[in-house]
Nanobody
Framework: QVQLVESGGGLVQPGGSLTLSCAASGSLLRLYTMGWYRQAPGKLRELVANIVSGGSTNYADSVKGRFTISRDNSNNTVYLQMNSLKPEDTAVYYC?????????WGQGTQVTVSS
């Protein structure tokens, strides 16, 4: 069973930066695609970014050039570096891990961008 624990959320002013971390435990983690979704109040959950086992990355158009996803397979952690944050980035951010039909979610961490 894969378990995911997010950290690093909080309140930040527009234009600021935050780094989210997702610590994973379980087996075969290096094979999983891992990434981040977010869900704002009243909106559907949307993909922010993901990174496959080989290291290729994928980003939502709304965060390209501002967010960077990375993974450290030595300690089973995925990071989301978020720069130039905007109020519309406010949401609960969820880490996920997927391998075929196996899909696991973290509990979510709140990111609020406000002055």
């Amino acid at each position: 069973q894969v378990q995911l624990v997010e950290s690093g959320g909080g309140l930040v002013q527009p234009g600021g930066s935050l780094t989210l971390s997702c610590a994973a435990s379980g087996s075969l983690l290096r094979l999983y695609t891992m990434g981040w979704y977010r869900q704002a109040p009243g909106k559907l959950r949307e993909l922010v970014a993901n990174i496959v086992s080989g290291g290729s990355t994928n980003y939502a158009d709304s965060v390209k050039g501002r967010f960077t996803i990375s993974r450290d397979n030595s300690n089973n952690t995925v990071y989301l570096q978020m720069n130039s944050l905007k109020p519309e980035d406010t949401a609960v951010y969820y880490c996920y891990a997927q391998l075929g039909t196996r899909l696991h979610w973290g509990q979510g961490t709140q990111v609020t961008v406000s002055s």
